[in-house]
Structures are given as structure tokens and as C-alpha cells.
């Protein structure tokens, strides 16, 4: 390798001269990562999953074909069954981010993606393929969450390991942002398709997540392996050249050589200790029993923030509303909204910061959920009620209209808030000896959360109505002294720097101010330049790209 090194302390350098992946190469590969990867699968077919099933279950045909007699010639779907039917893709992927953990070590990342890819095309294949069996639907939608769940606990492990740090917080917001994505596209296309009588008005937009995955499949090959997967294996120059594409700066270039410098103390520090475990994820070494629990913690809570409920059923139970746009147009609109709430969160997430986003949303959602529940429970009809046999009256109309506005902007905060927060923090909590299992635990909390959410929802709003919003407001009064009191700030520090703030036992309520220590490691530099001259040499030519 060209060029020298000079014994310095990190805090001695202004990383602020030193190159950040701000040039069109660096920039670019880094949205086809995120678009590509988090895009299609988990985040934008896991969204479009969750749209796609909200509006399956009040299309006629899909009623008739799944649903029971109603004794009077006609078919309904029992809440039962719409349980069975949303919560089965839910338990799947439960399964498949546990799974993910065995194979994002053996096979790599780039490998991991590939089969459980294939496994999530399958599952959607026995669900298109279905005439009337509800058990065949449930297998298929069962199999595709093996799938979306491996890859929804790959991609924040993909993306913590492989995006630079300035760029990390943003990549991962984006798939908080694919997922809103794909739900919105999913209510657009099954507006289009609700008023077809035959099957076709469910198969099209079910049938559809088959071209997405083939984009996918498609698109993998042209992604990088994590460099710290490839250091962890002894696959160093590829590591090298991934760094430097990454960063857009040639392989020979101090940025790359510090980088790989500073991995490699850690990846054999973490190695000092043998295989990890299950177990080890809860151990007391570097205080991985606290990020494990932090990272489960805030998935949990993130699912028992209300917003799944509406995704999940607002079409039914808007329908109780009263309002007089058709179920479908409404979800559009939430869609919608869900989608422009999230986009300012890819500023925001580094600009303010991971815990001020998760505090400053815990309070708007509660008021939000607390306004709804109120209100909805007071003015407007049960929503098991007829609405065909009674007449709703000025004060339920109102009701209606009140519960609708704040369920929006519950939406809207969470897409800007507690969507995209706790998938940021997950990707930066571990180190990379348990990253697989650690963020494997978070996600597999998501989705069993998700799970238990459609199954008894339904059941639950069936008998308490909109009071199963008090339920969300309780939570989200909980996360906010829990976020304050357990949650550290993560922004501008690099995994390695996570590993020292947890090991300095920092009080998250000061964790803003916190600053790394000396780390006294080797700083590379151009033969016969100091290392400020070089930065600024590669600033200006960053400046001119």
C-alpha cells in the first residue's frame, strides 16, 4: 500500500476535513443500496404486504372465496378469520428474522438476501395460486414472512455495516420510508381494482409482489458485501475496494486505510472471546444485556404505537366513521400523508438526533391517540354497527370527521417519528461479533409484536371500539420515559465509538454531549503530507466532484 502513517489520537484530526461520501458515486451507490435492498424486500413488500391485506379483506370476491355464509345469501369475514388471515404473514416473519441470524454469517449478507428472497417468492406464488382454501392463503402469506422477516433484520445489518457514517442515519430512514411506500402503492393500485367482480381484484395486486422480488433478485448482484463481514472472514482486499467505492476515494486513500485499521482492532477484539451465542447477546461484556433489551424494547413499543391498527383495519373501521368517501380513497390519503411525514425524517434523524425524534414523537402520537379514542368512543357508532339500517346523526358525522384528522395525524407523526428511529437505532447498537444475533432479537420482537397486534385487534376494537386507541396512548406514554431514561444518542458516532459509550457507562440523558476518547490508532497519510494538508487536499477535490 502507497503512502505512510503517523501515530496521532483520533480527537486530534477535525473529521470534518476529512472526506465524506458526498460525491455523485458514493451518494448514488448508496440510494441503489437502500432502494434496492430496503426497498423492495423487507421495506416496501412488508409495506405493501400490510396495504394489500387491509384492503383484500372488504372486497367482495375475496370475502366470498375465504368468508363464511351469512345465512341470508350473502358471505362475511369474521374477525376470527381476518385475524388468521393478516396475522399469519406476521409469525412468519417472527421465524425468519431468528433464521436470518444462522445464514447472514455463513452465506454473507449479499448470499443471505438471495434465499430468503427465493423463500418469500414462494410464499407469494401459494397465495396467488389460491381459489378457495383459506388454509392454502395463510401457508403462503406464513412462508412469504420467512422471507420479509430474515431480510427486515438483514437490511439494518447491512446497512449499519456498510453505509458511511454521515449517510448511515439516512439509509436507514429509507426504509422506514419504502415500507410507507409500498403501503401507499398498494391502496393506489387496489383503488383501481376493488370494483373488478372477479378475482382478478385481488390477484393483481397480490400477484405483484412476484415483480417486485424479481426486481430484487435482480438488483442484488450488483450490491457490496458488508467490509466487515468480508475483514471477518479474511477477505481483505475486497474489503478494501468496497470501502473505498463506498467513500469514492481510491483504495491507497487515508480514509480507507483508517477505516479498515479501526475495524480490524475491533473484529479481533471481538473475536478474543470464541463464537458467539444466543446467550452472550444478554451477557454483561461491554453491556450487551442493555443494548439487547434497548433494541427489543423500542420495537416493541414501536408496534404498540397505534399506527398498524390503522393499516391493518382502518378501512373497516373508518367505514364506522361515517365518512363518505369510500374505504379505499381514505386509505389512499393515509397512505399518502404517511408518505410525506416520512421524508422530512431524513433530515431530521441527524440533524436532531435519534432519541429527540423518538421523545418529541412519543408526545404528539399519545395526544393524537388519546383525541381519537375519546372522541370516537363518545360521538361515533360501534363499529360493529349496520350502518345500512341506521341514520347517522350531525354529532356522529362530526365524531367521525374528528376521529378520522387526529387518526392521520397520528400517522403522520409516527411516519416522521417512531417509524424510522428504532430501525436507525437497532443498525447501530451492536458490535459486529453479535450484530447478526442482536438485530435478529430486535426485529424478531417487531414482528411478534405485530403478530399478537393483528390477531387480537380486531377482536379487541370489536368489543371497545375506538378505546383500543387508550390502549396506544398508554404505551406511548411509557416509551417516553423509557426512550429518556434507558435510550443514549447514537448520532455522528461511528459502531466502534457505540461500543465505547456503552463501555463508559454514559447516562443516556447526557449521551448528546458525550465525546469519544483518545483511541490512539495509526492515521494514514500521503508520504511527506501531515495529515491536516491531505484532508484538506481531498476536501477541495471532493468540493469540485
Given at each position: 500500500m502507497a503512502g505512510g502513517f503517523a501515530v496521532t489520537s483520533s480527537k486530534n484530526i477535525d473529521t470534518k476535513l476529512l472526506p465524506t461520501p458526498t460525491n455523485r458515486r458514493a451518494i448514488l451507490l448508496a440510494f441503489f443500496i437502500a432502494f434496492d435492498l430496503k426497498g423492495v424486500l423487507p421495506g416496501f413488500l412488508f409495506g405493501y404486504d400490510i396495504g394489500v391485506i387491509s384492503g383484500c379483506l372488504i372486497m367482495p370476491d375475496f370475502v366470498r372465496r375465504f368468508g363464511?355464509?351469512?345465512?341470508?345469501?350473502?358471505?362475511i369475514l369474521s374477525s376470527s378469520r381476518q385475524s388468521i388471515i393478516t396475522s399469519l404473514l406476521s409469525a412468519g416473519t417472527f421465524v425468519g428474522a431468528l433464521g436470518q441470524a444462522f445464514t447472514s454469517d455463513r452465506f454473507g449478507r449479499k448470499g443471505s438476501i438471495l434465499v430468503w428472497s427465493a423463500i418469500f417468492t414462494v410464499g407469494v406464488v401459494i397465495q396467488t395460486a389460491t381459489t378457495f382454501s383459506i388454509v392454502q392463503l395463510t401457508i403462503g402469506r406464513f412462508v412469504a414472512g420467512l422471507g420479509v422477516g430474515a431480510l427486515s433484520a438483514i437490511v439494518p445489518l447491512y446497512n449499519g455495516e456498510t453505509a458511511p457514517r454521515k449517510l448511515r442515519g439516512a439509509m436507514l430512514v429509507l426504509y422506514q420510508l419504502q415500507i410507507i411506500s409500498g403501503i401507499f402503492l398498494s391502496y393506489i393500485i387496489e383503488l383501481g381494482t376493488n370494483k373488478i367482480s372477479n378475482s382478478a381484484s385481488w390477484r393483481i395486486p397480490v400477484g405483484l409482489q412476484m415483480l417486485w422480488g424479481l426486481i430484487l433478485l435482480s438488483g442484488i448482484f450488483f450490491l457490496p458485501e458488508s467490509p466487515r463481514h468480508l475483514l471477518g472472514t479474511g477477505r481483505q482486499d475486497e474489503a478494501y475496494r468496497v470501502i473505498a467505492e463506498l467513500n469514492s476515494v481510491s483504495v491507497d486513500d487515508p480514509l480507507v486505510l483508517d477505516t479498515v485499521e479501526e475495524l480490524e482492532v475491533g473484529i479481533r477484539a471481538e473475536n478474543e472471546g470464541g463464537k458467539a451465542t444466543w446467550i452472550e447477546c444478554f451477557s454483561t461484556r461491554n453491556m450487551l444485556w442493555k443494548r439487547t433489551v434497548n433494541g427489543m424494547m423500542l420495537q416493541f413499543i414501536q408496534q404498540l404505537n397505534g399506527q398498524n391498527f390503522y393499516y391493518y383495519y382502518g378501512d373497516t373501521f373508518f367505514q364506522s366513521a361515517g365518512t363518505t368517501l369510500s374505504p379505499y380513497s381514505i386509505q389512499a390519503i393515509l397512505g399518502g400523508i404517511s408518505v410525506v411525514g416520512t421524508i422530512p425524517a431524513l433530515h431530521l434523524i441527524e440533524s436532531v438526533g435519534r432519541r429527540k425524534l423518538l421523545l418529541i414523537g412519543?408526545?404528539?402520537?399519545?395526544?393524537?391517540?388519546?383525541?381519537?379514542?375519546?372522541v370516537g368512543h363518545f360521538t361515533v357508532p360501534p363499529p360493529t354497527a349496520d350502518l345500512k339500517t341506521i341514520t347517522l346523526t350531525e354529532r356522529n358525522k362530526q365524531g367521525g370527521d374528528v376521529l378520522i384528522t387526529f387518526a392521520i395525524l397520528h400517522v403522520f407523526s409516527f411516519s416522521m417519528f417512531w417509524g424510522p428511529a428504532p430501525w436507525v437505532y437497532l443498525g447501530e447498537?451492536?458490535?459486529?461479533?453479535?450484530?447478526?444475533k442482536g438485530i435478529a432479537l430486535g426485529s424478531a420482537t417487531n414482528w411478534i409484536w405485530n403478530f399478537l397486534l393483528s390477531f387480537f385487534s380486531p377482536r379487541i376494537a370489536a368489543k371497545i371500539g375506538p378505546l383500543i386507541l387508550m390502549i396506544f396512548f398508554g404505551m406511548l406514554v411509557f416509551g417516553w420515559f423509557y426512550v429518556y431514561l434507558f435510550i443514549p444518542e447514537t448520532r455522528g458516532l461511528s459502531l466502534e465509538e457505540v461500543?465505547?459509550?456503552?463501555?463508559?457507562?454514559?447516562?443516556?440523558?447526557?449521551?448528546a454531549e458525550w465525546k469519544p476518547a483518545d483511541k490512539h490508532l495509526h492515521?494514514?497519510?500521503?508520504?511527506?503530507?501531515?495529515?491536516?494538508?491531505?484532508?484538506?487536499?481531498?476536501?477541495?477535490?471532493?468540493?469540485?466532484?
Open positions: 363464511t355464509s351469512d345465512g341470508q345469501g350473502g358471505f412519543a408526545v404528539l402520537q399519545a395526544i393524537c391517540a388519546l383525541v381519537a379514542g375519546l447498537s451492536f458490535p459486529l461479533r453479535v450484530r447478526p461500543d465505547e459509550m456503552y463501555r463508559a457507562h454514559v447516562k443516556p440523558w447526557r449521551s492515521h494514514h497519510t500521503a508520504p511527506g503530507k501531515d495529515v491536516e494538508e491531505k484532508s484538506d487536499e481531498i476536501r477541495d477535490e471532493t468540493e469540485k466532484l
